[in-house]
């Protein structure tokens, strides 16, 4: 088969997706399929063989003036795409989805000529651009989970209706809505991922298939050299607000002071919500900061330096940081909420569930399984066993090439039929 796998940010280390694109290519190389990526800045970093199309952009999104105007060459900055970016980004827009869509959708009839493509599949990007590309070959695109959950976390934390404006103005829901129907095949990565679509994009849970994700459990596994650190770590970005890393600080406060916690994010800023949080429960002394941009080797070792992993997110689509700790030998403690429950298991034998939003409960939870290090052990060894058996990259890859291959069938009936 050959796949052209479209993703607007490719970059692992920009967060899930680009870990998504770079693992799934990679397998369907592996398994023989004929794939390519497509990507915008910045890019993502493939396995030897799997070609690479760059869809370009001026990158202005964030970047203050004068900074956006100092580039090699400034008449890029006078396309009409880029000038839009550029106004629509003053205004706290995110363009990139859009923009990406539309570009290569300026670029396709060159690239469906020379490669042929028998499908798209979408990294959640559901840009207008996709609606063009689909006359001329059926999409699928994966929703991770609706961005709507982000817009809603955020107003959680500050309801004030300039906020409410500002981040209603970011999100692309719009487009994402109309946009999604009306391709081919959604597909998705967990169970409570396929509720929130049906409830936000009205597409009935029964017509999108779940293939969950896999985790590198070569790359992700125990390695005992490393000297333990801290008692809990928390991976992910603590400025998400869903992610609920003011619940574990509020929660580790309450805990005895003997007890530490590791954060690993490389964008914590200095008036950040972490920074806070630590002088308002006074946790100086008890909490490390790894605030570098980490590469994998280094991630798997931040990892190991712990007892357990905490995931107090008030939703996942998927939990990279629950799957990954599983396969380096941790315990995660997470909240009973969205697609953690599929991750970590319910039977108490991988970790420990608590309800999104305790601080006591999670604090509760924390004591008792530090309590007892040899069953934390057992724990950790359960977890990866689990992500073993059920989380495993092969697996993703050949679930959506069944899903492509059901696409292509309704596709050609369709076009029988008319």
Known sequence: MRIALLTYRGNMYCGGQGIYAAYLAREWHRAGHEVHVIAGPPLPQLAPGIPLHVIPNAN????????WARRDDPFELLSPLTLWELGVSRFGVFPEMQTFGLRLLMRWKRLQQEHRFDVVFDNQCLSWGLLGIRQTVPV?????????????ADYAIDPKLAKKIKRTLYFPLWMQQQVAPRLDRIVTVSEASRA??????????????????????EVFRPTASVPVEADLLFV??????????????????????????????????????VMRAIRRHRLHG???????????PELVRQYSSA???????FFEGFGFPASEAMACGLPVIANAAGALPEVVGTDGLAGRLVPPRDAHALAAAIADVLAEPDRALRMGRAARARVERVFQWRDAAAGLVQVFEDTLRAAHRRSRAA
């Open 140 to 152: 699928v695109s994966v929703i991770h989970h609706p961005l709507h959950i982000d817009r809603e």
């Open 236 to 273: 992910g970005r603590t400025e998400d607000r869903k992610k609920g890393v003011g619940t574990l600080l509020e929660a580790l406060a309450l805990l005895p002071p003997r007890v530490t916690l590791k954060i690993v994010d490389g964008r914590i800023p200095e008036d950040g919500l």
């Open 307 to 313: 007892r357990v992993a905490v995931v107090p997110s």
């Open 286 to 296: 008890r909490v490390i900061l790894e605030r570098r941009m980490l590469d994998l």
């Open 196 to 217: 929130e679509i049906e409830r936000y994009f009205r597409i009935p849970a029964k017509d999108v298939p779940v293939v969950y994700n896999g985790t590198d459990t």
């Open 60 to 67: 202005v999104f964030g970047v203050a003036h004068p900074d």
